[in-house]
């Protein structure tokens, strides 16, 4: 059996730091069970790093690197992967910030783009991307999510 492919929204790291315990952080246990390989960008990892040495300290964004680094089968999507697409999908993307995100999913051939970004899940883009919120993708997996509103 082929496991499906789930590309992590930023959002997801960052509920996992600042919530005790929340439908991402399962996510990310799932990731690190086996049950999905989890795919991220360069440009997810410049994102977290940038919010986290914002708001925490650089230890925190430190242990943050290294938890995405070290999931189980991750597959990072290279810039150059994600400019061979370039402008492809520029005009269903309201958000510039976004569009590496956008990009990054179709280069990898995910199956998901897991997130809790409402505002990206309604651009134009929803036809063509399968959004899905952490707690619907929890129960994709077949597993029990916790009854938090982090639906998109």
């Avoid at 597959?75 to 590496?100: A, F, Q």
Wanted: with cysteine; glycine share 4%; proline share 3%.
């Amino acid at each position: 059996m082929e496991l499906i492919k789930g590309y992590l929204d930023t959002n997801i790291f960052l509920i996992f730091l600042e919530e005790d315990i929340s439908n991402s952080e399962l996510v990310i246990e799932a990731a690190n069970n086996g049950l999905f390989i989890p795919v991220v960008s360069f440009h997810t990892f410049k994102e977290v790093m940038h919010n986290l040495k914002s708001r925490y300290s650089k230890d925190t964004a430190s242990w943050m690197r290294t938890l995405i680094w070290t999931m189980q089968g991750l597959h990072i999507v290279r810039r150059e992967e994600i400019d061979t697409i370039e402008d492809k999908y520029r005009e269903l993307v309201g958000d510039e910030n976004d569009l590496p995100h956008v990009n990054a999913y179709f280069a990898s051939r995910c199956d998901y783009f897991i997130t809790t970004n409402r505002r990206l899940a309604q651009m134009k883009i929803k036809n063509k991307i399968n959004f899905i919120s952490p707690k619907r993708f929890l129960i994709e997996l077949g597993l029990e999510p916790l009854d938090k509103k982090d639906e998109i």
